[in-house]
């Protein structure tokens, strides 16, 4: 366990989808890191609200049995042990493409992330799209990169060993 953590980050709702029904995919492992506090991760009751509701989706919980009421219910508190909720998120970003993931956006924002971690394409064209939504995105939240989970698990490791040879 690491005494220091190398970066802050916000995930989507793909991501912990992924994470619960997949405990070995790149997800799982960035939730991992997150657990293990080598990632502060940031999450809302908004952003928690709508994981729990995906989860117990009829159609999700279909493709996915291992999903049960149970093991929702431990994942959800799982989470809750060790991710840092921000209770107040104020709308510093309207994204008119897809309004859903502004919650998402203005969590890292306020929290000042480093990453969102994302499997959504609404979000990972944030950071080459030329719409002028992406633009002021980048302008505005230069330091904030939007990635998808082997790209964020590439950069972790790349901060740990940084970090080994300082």
């Given at each position: 366990?690491?005494?220091?953590?190398?970066?802050?980050?916000?995930?989507?709702?793909?991501?912990?989808?992924?994470?619960?029904?997949?405990?070995?995919?790149?997800?799982?492992?960035?939730?991992?890191?997150?657990?293990?506090?080598?990632?502060?991760?940031?999450?809302?009751?908004?952003?928690?609200?709508?994981?729990?509701e995906?989860?117990?989706?009829?159609?999700?919980?279909?493709?996915?049995?291992?999903?049960?009421?149970?093991?929702i219910?431990?994942?959800?508190?799982?989470?809750?042990?060790?991710?840092?909720?921000?209770?107040k998120?104020p709308?510093?970003?309207?994204?008119?493409?897809?309004?859903?993931d502004?919650?998402?956006?203005?969590?890292?924002v306020?929290?000042?992330?480093?990453?969102?971690?994302?499997?959504?394409?609404?979000?990972?064209?944030?950071m080459?799209?030329?719409?002028?939504?992406?633009?002021d995105?980048?302008?505005?939240?230069?330091?904030?990169?939007?990635?998808?989970?082997?790209?964020?698990?590439?950069?972790?490791?790349?901060?740990?060993?940084?970090?080994?040879?300082?």
């Amino acid at each position: 366990m690491r005494t220091e953590p190398q970066c802050e980050a916000v995930f989507d709702c793909n991501i912990y989808l992924q994470a619960a029904a997949r405990p070995f995919s790149p997800s799982a492992a960035c939730l991992r890191l997150a657990e293990e506090g080598v990632v502060v991760l940031y999450v809302s009751e908004d952003i928690l609200t709508e994981v729990s509701e995906v989860l117990r989706r009829p159609a999700i919980q279909k493709r996915f049995p291992e999903l049960t009421e149970e093991s929702i219910y431990k994942f959800l508190e799982r989470v809750r042990g060790f991710a840092k909720l921000i209770k107040k998120v104020p709308s510093k970003f309207s994204y008119q493409r897809d309004v859903d993931d502004e919650i998402y956006i203005n969590l890292a924002v306020e929290a000042e992330a480093d990453f969102l971690v994302s499997r959504d394409n609404d979000l990972l064209d944030l950071m080459t799209d030329y719409t002028n939504d992406a633009k002021d995105f980048r302008r505005r939240f230069h330091w904030l990169k939007v990635v998808d989970p082997v790209e964020f698990l590439n950069e972790v490791r790349k901060l740990e060993s940084e970090t080994d040879l300082s």
